[in-house]
């Protein structure tokens, strides 16, 4: 039976109608008016409606950013969205009588389509980092999603890999997303057009353009400029760091990355695995997890939303 899936974005809902093999029947999109909760909630319905149409549904799915307790009920806090203490599974429910809803965060929704669907499938322990603007992340330990106790866990962006280093967002210093992020990236590419050099090209870019953005960097990576290349192989490292560091203790059998960066590929993962060799405790005797890149994309927070939901459903 299919399901509906809803991916809350900071500029887009996503919406798609998603059957029991990950595959999406139908789409639809909204933009995201982030500036009032209420609307968002009234464009979620409107979507969900437009997708429903004459369907028997098994569930909707919705994910959003930020912190969801561990009922899959409430929405503690995101960021991008004025919703604080939002009970958004009641609100929804109460427009959508007789459909069973699921909530659950947007990058778990990403990495549970990677596990069932993408390019963690066929693993029990898989654990994925979501490079964009920050850095997202996603567990699954023994077949299931990782949240702890309150609903909160698997926020990877903000372990602290440098103590007293750059300030975060989230209040902290030397989180992991200001080294390992496509902020990160645009930063280590501005330093090193900065030295001349190697960094020719982006300085010419950076010229041309007035400033550097993440489309310039990806160009240049693609091209294999060695400063463009040197810029994402320092972001490599840092990642390769933190993922030795999460091997202590989480032990999965695949690592995902996924987000705009990874689609450099091959390019970001021999950095992050040569980073993380390097950094593995015990090396030699503890057995070396894969390396992959997301497969779903763009696609995953609709497919996992929906596929969790389905699940949720028929427990």
């Given at each position: 039976m299919h399901?509906?899936?809803?991916?809350i974005?900071?500029t887009?809902i996503?919406?798609?109608?998603v059957a029991?093999?990950?595959?999406?029947?139908?789409?639809e999109r909204?933009?995201?008016?982030?500036g009032?909760?209420?609307?968002?909630?009234?464009?979620?319905v409107e979507?969900?409606e437009?997708?429903?149409g004459a369907e028997?549904?098994?569930a909707v799915?919705?994910?959003a950013?930020?912190?969801?307790?561990?009922?899959?009920?409430?929405?503690?806090?995101?960021?991008n969205i004025?919703?604080?203490s939002?009970?958004?599974?009641a609100d929804?429910?109460a427009?959508l009588?007789g459909?069973d809803?699921?909530?659950?965060?947007?990058?778990?929704?990403?990495?549970?389509?990677?596990y069932?669907?993408?390019?963690?499938?066929?693993h029990r322990d898989?654990t994925l980092?979501?490079?964009?603007?920050?850095?997202g992340g996603a567990?699954?330990?023994d077949?299931r999603l990782?949240r702890?106790g309150f609903?909160?866990a698997?926020e990877?962006?903000?372990?602290?890999v440098?103590p007293?280093?750059?300030?975060?967002g989230c209040?902290q210093?030397?989180?992991?997303e200001?080294y390992?992020?496509?902020?990160a990236?645009l930063?280590?590419a501005?330093?090193?057009?900065?030295?001349?050099?190697?960094?020719?090209?982006?300085?010419?870019?950076?010229?041309?353009?007035?400033?550097?953005d993440?489309h310039h960097?990806?160009e240049?990576?693609?091209?294999e400029?060695?400063?463009?290349l040197?810029a994402l192989?320092?972001l490599?490292?840092?990642?390769?760091?933190?993922?030795?560091?999460?091997?202590?203790?989480?032990d999965?059998?695949?690592?995902v990355?996924?987000?705009?960066?990874?689609?450099a590929g091959?390019?970001?993962l021999?950095?992050?695995r040569e980073a993380?060799?390097a950094?593995l405790?015990?090396r030699?005797?503890?057995?070396?997890?894969g390396?992959?890149t997301?497969?779903?994309?763009?696609?995953?927070?609709v497919?996992g939303?929906a596929?969790?939901?389905?699940?949720?459903?028929?427990?």
């Amino acid at each position: 039976m299919h399901a509906i899936g809803i991916d809350i974005g900071g500029t887009k809902i996503a919406g798609g109608l998603v059957a029991e093999d990950g595959t999406i029947v139908r789409q639809e999109r909204r933009a995201t008016p982030a500036g009032d909760g209420a609307e968002i909630i009234r464009a979620v319905v409107e979507v969900v409606e437009s997708l429903r149409g004459a369907e028997e549904l098994a569930a909707v799915g919705v994910a959003a950013p930020g912190f969801i307790d561990a009922a899959q009920s409430t929405v503690y806090y995101t960021p991008n969205i004025p919703w604080r203490s939002e009970p958004l599974r009641a609100d929804l429910a109460a427009r959508l009588p007789g459909l069973d809803i699921t909530i659950d965060n947007d990058a778990n929704a990403a990495g549970w389509a990677e596990y069932r669907f993408g390019a963690g499938r066929g693993h029990r322990d898989m654990t994925l980092l979501t490079i964009g603007t920050g850095v997202g992340g996603a567990i699954v330990t023994d077949g299931r999603l990782l949240r702890g106790g309150f609903g909160a866990a698997a926020e990877i962006g903000h372990m602290r890999v440098v103590p007293g280093g750059l300030p975060c967002g989230c209040g902290q210093r030397g989180c992991i997303e200001q080294y390992g992020s496509g902020r990160a990236l645009l930063r280590f590419a501005n330093e090193i057009a900065d030295q001349r050099g190697i960094g020719q090209a982006l300085a010419a870019a950076r010229e041309e353009q007035g400033e550097l953005d993440g489309h310039h960097v990806y160009e240049l990576i693609v091209a294999e400029d060695p400063g463009a290349l040197y810029a994402l192989r320092e972001l490599g490292g840092w990642l390769g760091q933190a993922a030795a560091s999460l091997s202590a203790v989480l032990d999965p059998q695949v690592f995902v990355f996924g987000g705009g960066v990874a689609a450099a590929g091959k390019l970001l993962l021999e950095p992050i695995r040569e980073a993380y060799l390097a950094h593995l405790p015990a090396r030699g005797f503890h057995p070396e997890p894969g390396f992959a890149t997301a497969e779903l994309v763009n696609d995953a927070g609709v497919v996992g939303a929906a596929d969790l939901a389905r699940t949720h459903a028929n427990a």
